[in-house]
């Protein structure tokens, strides 16, 4: 076993990995979702490269145990010559080709045009984490070999191999999901429980008692967490509010329970609506149930846009589940997002259910990104959704929404996965664009429902599906602003997509998962308040698209 190992894997790098490797890093520059810096695109190339490299060394070796010779010396120096050519060659060109849909990409979604220093930056990334991952291999290669030699002694050499290989693939998975994954992640909750602490320097107690962490709350303002405090501690004024309207505004109510504020979800989300409770509101015309991001994050656009809706005349609640950031939360922090989301809707509707149907203010849920998935948590579909709440807007879903892919996969005939049409569009509708509000053209009765995604949103396609798998938004006619040259390729265009999701958020608003404007037409085509119109929609998109700049 040993000799046949050593006969079918050298120790110098293999010509036909290299050949695999070398396409893979031309596939790696093809057209992707969002603006990409080199940086990113440097580690996709490099691990796409590694990947390929990986697959034509096993296929060398299952040619090698075949044919069982080598090729004459004259043959593999031409052959390596030819590889260096056409690597060098090929390259260049697909360098050009990126700058050419990257310049595309980014004059469409108005963005900054690529650095001429981050071509060759990519190439020297992608060949330093390149090399990195297959001395990696190497060395994975080389402990199995060490144990299939001790192996050996007990077993026959060919079950020895087999044997020693599923020891370290079980030892690293194992390391992985124990050793690294605990050390990696209690580091990452220090940090950002440190995080947690910090205040913003231009956040300020609210010296109001509407507002959790004000004069008689019933939560603590150093309990709020970062996030907390700053929702809180922000929003548009009674003033502003005066003065968008034309009418004197009440002042809203933003209730609000940090981690640190009671021990696990459920008493978390009771201490939450009793100060809700307390500041009044349960007597406001709008009761809005928010499940956030990682963090606690909420994004004031939303907030801010139903308060102008009405006036000041609502109330918002919400609360945190966890310190870590979204796309982390989004990887180990699902289940504490369905908790959360759940135990803050249920404590809610406990005690709206209870009010006379006459007084009972609109209640309507909400959440963007990981608080989508955790808001629509409370819920087995869109007509549970319905029957439970006067509306609901839900930014940014993620591939693991279980009622978003529920209607999504159920969307009727001739409608794109990217803007899909459900039920005729009856209760809800996915949106893109504020436009698409009117489609499919039907009668849209209340309670209503809206989905805000964007067709380049990685955060949204995003799924390990994609790996091997070729989606519907790939195969159907794309989005308005996702290129033509799109094409999906195994293991790349689940890196590419990866990488995206890192910058999602750092693109012009209507593109990748960046929301503002568009709220504003989503709440108010969701809720109809009396007297609002679409010159009031208008105003509003300004306010938010100011409010953003700032």
């Not at 050419?100 to 981050?118: A, H, Y």
């Not at 050390?183 to 320097?201: Q, Y």
């Not at 996969?409 to 504020?434: H, I, K, M």
Request: one cysteine or more; aromatic letters at 10%; proline letters at 6%.
């Amino acid at each position: 076993m040993t000799s046949l190992w050593n006969r079918c894997v050298p120790k110098r790098y293999v010509f036909g990995g290299l050949v695999l490797a070398t396409i893979s890093l031309w596939l790696s520059l093809t057209p992707s979702l969002l603006p990409r810096g080199w940086l990113f695109q440097g580690v996709v190339s490099g691990a796409s490269a590694a990947i390929g490299y990986g697959v034509g060394v096993l296929g060398s070796m299952l040619v090698r145990y075949v044919v069982g010779r080598e090729a004459p010396a004259a043959v593999k120096r031409n052959a390596w010559r030819a590889l260096a050519g056409a690597a060098a060659v090929g390259t260049i060109v697909g360098l050009v080709w990126f700058g050419s849909w990257q310049s595309e990409l980014r004059e469409l979604m108005d963005t900054e045009p690529f650095p001429v220093v981050g071509y060759p930056l990519v190439v020297v990334l992608a060949a330093v984490i390149f090399v990195a991952l297959v001395a990696l291999g190497r060395s994975l290669v080389r402990l199995t070999r060490a144990v299939a030699r001790q192996l050996a002694r007990l077993v026959p050499p060919r079950v020895s191999g087999v044997v020693a290989a599923t020891l370290v693939v079980i030892l690293i998975i194992g390391v992985l999901n124990g050793v690294v994954t605990r050390v990696v992640m209690s580091s990452l909750n220090d940090t950002f429980a440190a995080m947690n602490k910090e205040t913003d320097p231009d956040t300020d107690p609210p010296d109001n008692s509407y507002r959790s962490g004000g004069p008689d709350s019933l939560i603590g303002w150093e309990s709020l967490g970062r996030q907390g405090r700053i929702f809180v501690a922000n929003g548009p004024t009674t003033s502003e509010l005066t003065a968008f309207n034309g009418t004197p505004a009440t002042e809203p109510i933003r209730a609000y329970a940090g981690l640190a504020s009671a021990e696990g979800y459920r008493p978390e989300a009771e201490l939450a609506v009793d100060d809700l409770e307390r500041a009044g509101g349960f007597e406001r015309d709008v009761l809005a149930v928010g499940t956030t991001t990682g963090t606690g994050w909420i994004n004031e656009s939303t907030v801010s846009a139903l308060e102008y809706l009405y006036n000041g005349n609502s109330a918002i609640v919400s609360m945190q589940y966890s310190y870590l950031p979204s796309p982390i939360s989004f990887l180990v922090d699902q289940d504490r997002a369905r908790q959360a989301g759940q135990a803050l809707f249920e404590s809610v509707y406990a005690r709206w259910h209870l009010l006379p149907e006459q007084t009972r203010p609109k209640l309507v849920v909400f959440g963007e990104s990981l608080g989508s998935f955790g808001g629509e948590s409370a819920f087995t579909s869109i007509e549970d959704l319905a029957a439970r709440a006067d509306g609901a807007l839900f930014v940014g879903p993620t591939y693991t929404n279980a009622v978003w892919q529920q209607a999504t996969a159920n969307r009727d005939d001739g409608s794109p996965q990217w803007l899909p049409v459900y039920g005729e569009g009856d209760t809800a509708r996915f949106v893109a664009r504020a436009d698409d509000l009117d489609r499919p053209g039907t009668e849209w009765p209340a309670p209503r429902v809206v989905y805000l995604q964007h067709p380049s949103d990685p955060i949204t396609w995003w799924s390990p599906d994609l790996a091997f798998r070729k989606p519907d938004w790939l195969s159907e006619a794309r989005g308005y602003d996702v290129l033509d040259s799109v094409r999906w390729i195994p293991v790349v265009t689940f890196l590419q997509v990866s990488a995206d999701m890192v910058d999602s958020n750092n693109v012009p608003d209507g593109h990748g998962h960046t929301f503002h404007a568009d709220i504003a037409n989503s709440w108010a085509s969701i809720l109809q308040p009396a007297g609002w119109t679409d010159a009031d929609t208008q105003r509003l998109r300004q306010v938010l698209t100011d409010q953003q700049a700032e």
